[in-house]
């Protein structure tokens, strides 16, 4: 852990700033911060200080906040969390200049992060003391594992240590998790175990054992048919949307109706919601029903996502090819900026369109049909469907656990 020192001189350059924070860990002998010496840290401070100096534009600040982003995941690695710190303050600065709403809000998510794991990673210090002196000592293990697993989800480092720990159910799930069970039966129970464990738990350390239970409970998905796997589809939307509508549109009807007549695609906006379905080809959300209206449309063709901005005698289509059909729960959104339209994908990149920077359209937003178009309604599941006024998501992201905000609102 790294050692208290003098206050960095607030005009000191950034790598000079972080070169400090390095020296001092490695003078109280951090293995984190010698890793840190040896990756190209430094270098990416140094160059991120020679940009500074000159960035004048929101481009050159949207260039400084997006090379920032790894190098505080790389800092939080190695438990370096006071450079980890003032690389996201700084990364918020930049964001800010660059007038860029979706940095601002991952910066601002990561600083959130930084700070937990900062205060959290301090309590460890007689933990991680007496493991370095007693490696078997179960008390230690315990606190280093729950670090590991429930905060920073290093499960790969942290399973270990909770196998060695004192709490007896912790203790069965890690030796089980450890055992990787290939088994649909086996994966079942080893998820059970998380989930029961997710709900005696609360603040931040909930979701991460409840995201360890959905990777098991998703293992068990494609070996599982009937009633097993709809109970396991029932447990998987049960964790990822606790409370929350489900919507189902059925093969053969009209689709499901939101709402939402007067929130149009706008030159900033985001539409993003979760989906679950085994069609091949089907309209999933879409605003556009009538002839002289124009929005955008998101649909599955050949089992991939496809985001179509279309009005009368236009249309373009961005296509993917990735599959998403397989009945399992994925995360959609696109991102509209000034008319470049990007489509994601469980938080990746898929495909992306050049379009109007808005349409107008009059009609509620749908699920599963398109008035002007020819295109079956099938059996599909919706869920968490939120629209914004900003461009949320530049570059891969996690699907956030989201709720409206003074930017959004989700549809009920």
Not at 211 to 240: C, F, H, M, Q, V
Not at 386 to 395: D, E, F, L, M, Q
């Amino acid at each position: 852990m790294a050692s208290p020192g003098s206050p960095i001189h607030q005009g000191a350059h950034l790598a000079d700033r972080y070169h400090i924070l390095i020296l001092r860990q490695l003078g109280s002998g951090s293995t984190g911060a010698v890793s840190l010496q040896r990756s190209a840290f430094l270098t990416g401070c140094q160059s991120i200080s020679d940009l500074s100096r000159s960035a004048r534009t929101p481009a050159a600040n949207r260039t400084l906040a997006e090379s920032v982003h790894p190098l505080i995941e790389e800092a939080i690695e190695s438990d370096n969390y006071e450079a980890a710190g003032h690389l996201a303050t700084d990364g918020l600065g930049y964001a800010q200049k660059a007038q860029d709403n979706s940095l601002l809000l991952r910066l601002k998510s990561l600083k959130e992060r930084v700070q937990t794991l900062q205060r959290e990673y301090a309590r460890l210090e007689v933990a991680l003391k007496t493991l370095r002196e007693k490696p078997g000592d179960p008390t230690a293990n315990l606190a280093v594992g729950r670090f590991l697993c429930f905060q920073k989800e290093s499960w790969e480092k942290g399973l270990p240590l909770l196998a060695k720990g004192q709490d007896a159910a912790l203790k069965s799930a890690a030796e089980a998790d450890l055992s990787a069970p290939k088994a649909a039966l086996q994966a079942i129970k080893l998820a059970d175990q998380w989930s029961n464990l997710a709900e005696k738990e609360s603040g931040t350390v909930k979701k991460p054992i409840e995201r360890r239970a959905l990777k098991w409970y998703r293992s068990a998905l494609p070996n599982s048919t009937g009633l097993d796997r709809a109970d396991i589809e029932k447990k998987i939307a049960a964790l990822l949307f606790p409370a929350a509508r489900i919507w189902e549109t059925r093969s053969g009807e009209n689709g499901a109706v939101l709402g939402g007549e007067s929130f149009n695609v706008s030159s900033e906006f985001t539409i993003e919601f979760w989906f679950a379905t085994a069609a091949e080809s089907c309209v999933l959300l879409t605003k556009r029903h009538k002839g002289p209206e124009g929005s955008l449309t998101l649909l599955l063709r050949g089992g991939c996502p496809v985001v179509i901005g279309d009005a009368a005698f236009y249309r373009v289509d961005g296509v993917s090819h990735t599959r998403a059909n397989d009945g399992d729960w994925h995360h959609l959104a696109a991102v509209n900026s000034n008319g470049q339209v990007q489509l994601y994908l469980d938080g990746n990149q898929v495909a992306e369109i050049k379009t109007r920077p808005g349409f107008i359209s009059k009609s509620p937003w749908v699920l599963g049909h398109h008035g002007a178009w020819d295109l079956a309604t099938v059996d599909a599941k919706f869920a968490r469907i939120r629209r914004s006024r900003v461009a949320r998501y530049a570059g891969p992201f996690s699907p956030p656990d989201y709720a409206s905000d003074k930017e959004s609102l989700l549809f009920k």
